[in-house]
């Protein structure tokens, strides 16, 4: 079963950048759409940043003009890179794709990387 691992998490003062990446592991065949998810301190879990097989994307109010998604096929990986942190960009945040394998297709989630921006 495909699994997502994420990673670039960390803390940074408002104003600055982060860039996460996203490796999908396993029997994989294709991945369809993939997406970046947040859960903010007190907050609903939302959708930052989604982006299809073919480069389609979309963003979040919040964070358009902001952050960028990107992927790389041939890697399995996606990335979500985040200039102008703002302290309200603090979360976990997940990683999402809809895995095709060799048997069935499934919505396989990261484990979460914590996003942390100082004031």
């Known amino acids: 079963q495909a699994q997502m691992v994420e990673s670039g998490g960390g803390l940074v003062q408002a104003g600055g950048s982060l860039r996460l990446s996203c490796a999908a592991a396993g029997y994989i065949v294709s991945i369809n759409d993939m997406a970046w998810y947040r859960q903010a301190p007190g907050k609903q879990h939302e959708l930052v940043a989604i982006i299809t097989t073919g480069g389609t994307t979309r963003y979040a109010d919040s964070v358009k003009g902001r952050f960028t998604i990107s992927r790389d096929n041939a890697k399995n990986t996606v990335y979500l890179q985040m200039n102008s942190l703002k302290p309200e960009d603090t979360g976990i945040y997940y990683c999402?794709?809809?895995?095709?394998?060799?048997?069935?297709?499934?919505?396989?989630w990261g484990q979460g990387t914590l996003v942390t921006v100082s004031s």
């Open positions: 999402n794709g809809t895995v095709e394998g060799v048997v069935n297709t499934v919505d396989a």
